[in-house]
């Protein structure tokens, strides 16, 4: 299967802004592009990039005063397969663990598992452990929060999102990470594409989207509390600890985001 993907996004800058964009695909997907995964911007200015300790390719920017617009448009292949479900697989113990990914059971910014620690033993703790502790914690992350964009808040922690119980794609992977995290489980943040393929298109307007990977069975496996369900057309932008790691843009100065277009659909 093919996958046309891409973005528009503008802002506006009251003065010449250092800029950290992660609006790459993810080095792990690159074998699978068709046509280059290349940043473009308006008016054109110099782009470098780095990998990051994730793993992740970020790029550097310095966007003019005035309004700065970057744009991408690739083909990809996809499997076209659903998110990989292996029922059997198990949790390892905290002290078989690889070293690094040791650091995906700790709290993050917005993972707050103090917070969340009690709760997680209450709710869990008699649970079978494996696949289906996590999927546990998915469906209740999924059925704790309501989705709604009007809910998005770029400072809600896990534990706040709980107690809220709304929020947009970002605090259901943040929440599920937590709730895992907790339970001994390492846990990641995603970030990328997720068209609807597969699945009736919805109307709101296309987005990045949030999900999380579970280490089971030494593998990472794709989990997503906001629809609980396998879903089709991943492409990986980013992982982290949490949204702090990946942030679509993060900018050294005030800027104003004025566009935000999204492109993911099936080719053929």
């Excluded at 250092?18 to 911007?41: G, K, N, T």
């Excluded at 005035?66 to 113990?93: H, K, S, W």
């Excluded at 690889?98 to 917005?110: A, H, K, Q, W």
Aim: net charge negative; with cysteine.
């Amino acid at each position: 299967m093919k996958i046309r993907a891409g973005y528009e996004i503008a802002f506006d800058c009251v003065q010449p802004t250092p800029m950290l964009l992660m609006l790459s695909v993810h080095p792990s997907r690159e074998p699978d592009l068709i046509s280059p995964d290349q940043i473009s911007v308006d008016p054109p200015v110099p782009l470098t990039s780095y990998v990051d300790t994730f793993g992740n390719t970020c790029t550097r920017v310095t966007a003019p005063a005035g309004r700065v617009t970057f744009r991408n448009d690739f083909l990809i292949n996809d499997t076209g397969l659903p998110d990989r479900a292996v029922p059997e697989a198990r949790q390892l113990p905290v002290e078989e663990l690889p070293d690094d990914v040791l650091i995906f059971l700790l709290g993050s910014r917005y993972c707050d598992t103090d917070r969340l620690a009690d709760l997680a033993w209450a709710t869990f703790g008699n649970h079978p452990k494996g696949w289906p502790l996590v999927q546990a914690i998915v469906a209740y992350a999924h059925d704790r929060i309501t989705f709604g964009y009007e809910h998005a808040s770029a400072t809600r922690t896990a534990y706040e999102g709980h107690s809220e119980g709304r929020g947009v794609c970002r605090d259901f992977a943040h929440l599920a990470v937590t709730l895992c995290r907790c339970m001994n489980i390492p846990a990641r943040y995603c970030t990328g594409y997720l068209g609807d393929i597969g699945v009736p298109k919805d109307p709101a307007p296309m987005d990045f989207s949030a999900w999380f990977e579970a280490y089971l069975d030494g593998e990472w496996y794709t989990f997503d509390a906001r629809h609980n369900k396998p879903r089709i057309g991943r492409i990986v932008m980013a992982r982290g600890r949490d949204a702090t790691d990946v942030a679509i843009s993060t900018n050294f100065g005030p800027t104003t985001l004025v566009t935000f277009d999204v492109v993911t659909d099936e080719v053929g």
